[in-house]
T-cell receptor, first 109, second 113 residues
């Protein structure tokens, strides 16, 4: 099956700093999503981005499908950004998502 | 618009007991997914339904696990008999046909003693 690797595994920032999270995948994908799991365990979908670039407020994501990676940018980080960020991919539309192991982000005040 | 609803939110049971987890997807969503999250294995898909029909159950760990979707607004995941290694957070998610974004419920935290 498809492999998903996320880096770094852990990241500690001071409030206001910027960060980049990376997701590498082993095969062509038709579906890539970024999720945030907050400290209370809730999973929130951030982006559906199989290719190209999207922005939502302080967050943006870019997927370069031909090179099999995606990046999640967090600018001016806030303590509420803390949690685990997951990348999930599927080889075809409508099929099962495979999740990476996540990046644990801690933003200190 | 209500999100995905799961119940119970927490469940503590003893080994050998039957456990039933429940999920109500977002109204109008055609796909329903059951995931399990553990420290060792991360987030893994157990089974998913499309229009109440199971499409891919290859992630169901063994025969002790079963899932049903009797109608468009309700699904159950049953474990019988439960074992300590089943302890995990179980998430239900749903999505609309033609859209890929999945919406997750709050999860059920299961502890099997």
């Amino acid at each position: 099956g498809i492999q998903v690797e996320q880096s770094p595994p852990d990241l500690i920032l001071q409030e206001g700093a910027n960060s980049t999270l990376r997701c590498n995948f082993s095969d062509s994908v038709n579906n890539l999503q970024w999720f945030h799991q907050n400290p209370w365990g809730q999973l929130i979908n951030l982006f559906y981005i199989p290719s190209g670039t999207k922005q939502n407020g302080r967050l943006s994501a870019t997927t370069v499908a031909t090179e099999r990676y995606s990046l999640l940018y967090i600018s001016s980080s806030q303590t509420t950004d803390s949690g685990v960020y997951f990348c999930a991919v599927a080889e075809t539309s409508g099929s099962r998502l495979t999740f990476g192991e996540g990046t644990q982000l801690t933003v200190n005040p | 618009d209500a999100g995905v609803i799961q119940s119970p939110r927490h469940e503590v049971t003893e080994m050998g007991q039957e456990v039933t987890l429940r999920c109500k997807p977002i109204s109008g969503h055609d796909y329903l997914f059951w995931y399990r999250q553990t420290m060792m294995r991360g987030l893994e898909l157990l089974i998913y339904f499309n229009n109440n029909v199971p499409i891919d159950d290859s992630g169901m760990p063994e025969d002790r696990f079963s899932a049903k979707m009797p109608n468009a607004s309700f699904s159950t995941l049953k474990i019988q008999p439960s074992e300590p290694r089943d302890s995990a957070v179980y998430f239900c998610a749903s999505k609309r046909q033609g859209r890929e974004t999945q919406y997750f419920g709050p999860g059920t935290r299961l502890l099997v003693l």
